[in-house]
């Protein structure tokens, strides 16, 4: 039903205006971008239900626990951020040295 309003209102503009297949296009981009957003919520939103009730298999958490961890960096304070990367150069610095050898 809301596919078939937008096509109506979409011939009627492009009948009445001269630009009103760029109007048309526009909202029909607008409407794409919208419908893409509201997925990639209900996604998310399906994943942290799986995780809550451990329905994800291990590859699937530790994907979703590095997207959750890549998602909250933006709210860690500096002294925590410096934490954390200290560790990450450790845990390199070994990798490297098991490399080496």
Known sequence: MYFLMLVLVGIVLCIMFPYGPIIVGGIVFAVVIDQ?????????????????LKLMTKEESEDYETDQAYKDIDRIS????????????????RDSKHKKT
Do not use: F, G, P
């Not at 893409?36 to 809550?52: A, E, G, S, V």
């Not at 500096?78 to 610095?93: C, D, G, P, Q, T």
């Open 36 to 52: 893409y957003r509201q997925t990639m919520y209900m996604r998310q939103d399906i994943k942290t239900i799986k995780n809550h």
């Open 78 to 93: 500096s002294e925590r951020m410096e934490v954390i990367n200290r560790k990450i150069e450790a845990e390199l610095e």
